[in-house]
């Protein structure tokens, strides 16, 4: 009953507090404030502003890691949207309904720039694999225009989801690499305070690829297991980066969320030593 009553009356002040807010007058938490009697008909006229909104704005949200950012991020309470070549998602499940679907390309025309409009903050998700100039395009290119964009549009916070050295696979994969470094750069030059760059390894979890889904989980998961605790091997030239550990895609999901709604979330690379361990401190 006292617990009751010392909740009751914190309440009451609480509420004091913001109808003197909104007037200018009370900024105190004075102990006489608090015992004055509560009365209804004030509080009910306190024109309380609405809450901060956040809009997001998933580029590539029907795609593998895109499709579990956006689920991550609606379970969160966002507003969120997806920008693609296809727009409208192929996902049959029941929380792409409450997307809002996007259809543009980042390497053509200006048109696309509208779904930035009222977004606070971007993830992206654009990438992909094919002969090295395509590969730098994708990678590069496609989300240089994005960064640019958004900050010409005044997005607050932009998280890119970028990849990890592998070694002597950056050589057979130069475009990939070239263009993921390139798009780095200008991420953290034209948001050096709201940009963070995700560098995962090898991605597992279920990828949805028509109707089927596709347990990538089943390698990835004890992969992850054993390499995350094989941290030195990492540090050999040339054949380290192969050792890098998996990491799970609702992992990658819940850091680049974090990332680009937390507002003390600090800027820069988060390698996937890093990923793991905000994952794990968000877990907790
Ligand atoms: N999967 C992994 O293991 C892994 C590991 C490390 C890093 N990454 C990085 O993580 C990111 C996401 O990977 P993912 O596996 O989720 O790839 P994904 O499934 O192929 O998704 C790529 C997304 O980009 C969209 N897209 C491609 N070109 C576009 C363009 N020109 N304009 C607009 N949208 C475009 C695609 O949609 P449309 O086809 O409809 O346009 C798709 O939604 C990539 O940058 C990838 O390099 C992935």
Known sequence: MASRLIQSRFSLSRLHLTAGNKNGRFLSTESN??????????????????????????????????????????????????????????????????????????LSSESWKEALDGVTSVISCIGGFGSNSYMYKINGTANINAIRAAAEKGV???????????????????????????????????????????????????????SIKLPLG?????????????????????????????????AVAKVAVRAATDPVFPPGIVDVYGIQRYNQQMSR
């Open 33 to 106: 404030k608090v015992d004055e009697p509560f009365k209804v008909e004030e509080a009910e006229t306190v024109n309380v502003p609405p809450p901060p909104s956040e809009k997001l704005l998933v580029l590539g949200g029907n795609g593998f890691v895109g499709s579990h950012i956006c689920r991550e991020a609606l379970n969160r309470g966002l507003d969120v949207a997806s920008l693609s070549r296809s727009g409208g998602s192929s996902l049959h499940d029941s929380w792409a309904k409450n997307v809002t679907w996007h259809k543009g390309n980042l």
């Open 156 to 210: 607050k916070r932009f998280v890119y989801i970028s990849a990890a050295d592998f070694g002597v696979a950056n050589y057979l994969l130069k475009g990939y690499y070239e263009g993921k470094r390139a798009a780095e750069t200008e991420l953290l030059t034209k948001f050096p305070y709201g940009g963070v760059i995700l560098r995962p390894g090898f991605i597992h979890g279920t990828r949805s690829v028509g």
């Open 218 to 250: 089943v390698i990835g998961s004890p992969l992850e297991m054993v390499l995350q605790h094989a941290k030195p091997l990492n540090q050999i030239p040339l054949v380290g980066p192969l050792f890098t550990p998996p990491v799970n895609v609702t």
